[in-house]
């Protein structure tokens, strides 16, 4: 039961990182204004790729903190599959590939975990 819905986070973050008017660099997610807001906050219009991944859990979940959580587990898993390794925390590697290359490399590391799931 875990997987599909670790699949399921994927795929909605996916599909926002997709519209590139709602791609950003830098913090997790900001609003119509561009004042960084918490990537559950109804007012969240844009996010980076953990963002994306928080957002897409708490429209899963309901749960705000457990969207965050279940967010970043997604973020390191992305790594694992695409072999990013890096010495921080799990998932900033995912951080530092949307930061550094964009949303596109993001998408593609999100179909190498999503194919690797199927």
Same mark, same amino acid.
């Not at 900001?30 to 969240?44: I, S």
């Not at 994306?52 to 903190?65: F, H, P, Q, R």
């Given at each position: /039961?875990?997987?599909?819905?670790?699949?399921?986070?994927?795929?909605?973050?996916?599909? =926002?990182?997709?519209?590139?008017?709602?791609?950003?660099?830098?913090?997790?997610?900001?609003?119509?204004?561009?004042?960084?807001?918490?990537?559950?906050?109804?007012?969240?219009?844009?996010?980076?790729?953990? !963002?994306?991944?928080?957002?897409?859990?708490?429209? @899963?979940? !309901?749960?705000?903190?457990?969207?965050? =959580? %279940?967010?970043?587990?997604?973020?390191? /898993? =992305?790594?694992?599959?695409?072999?990013?390794?890096?010495?921080?925390?799990?998932?900033?590697?995912?951080?530092? %590939?949307?930061?550094?290359?964009?949303? /596109?490399?993001?998408?593609?590391?999100?179909? @190498?975990? %999503?194919?690797?799931?199927?």
């Amino acid at each position: /039961m875990a997987k599909p819905l670790f699949e399921q986070v994927a795929r909605g973050a996916r599909d =926002i990182i997709a519209d590139r008017r709602r791609r950003l660099r830098g913090v997790e997610a900001v609003d119509v204004e561009g004042t960084e807001c918490d990537p559950c906050d109804a007012r969240a219009v844009r996010f980076c790729a953990v !963002g994306a991944l928080i957002k897409s859990a708490y429209l @899963v979940t !309901g749960d705000w903190e457990r969207s965050h =959580i %279940l967010g970043w587990r997604v973020a390191g /898993m =992305i790594e694992r599959a695409n072999g990013i390794v890096t010495e921080d925390d799990d998932g900033y590697g995912l951080v530092k %590939l949307s930061d550094s290359r964009g949303g /596109m490399a993001v998408l593609r590391a999100l179909d @190498v975990f %999503l194919t690797s799931k199927d």
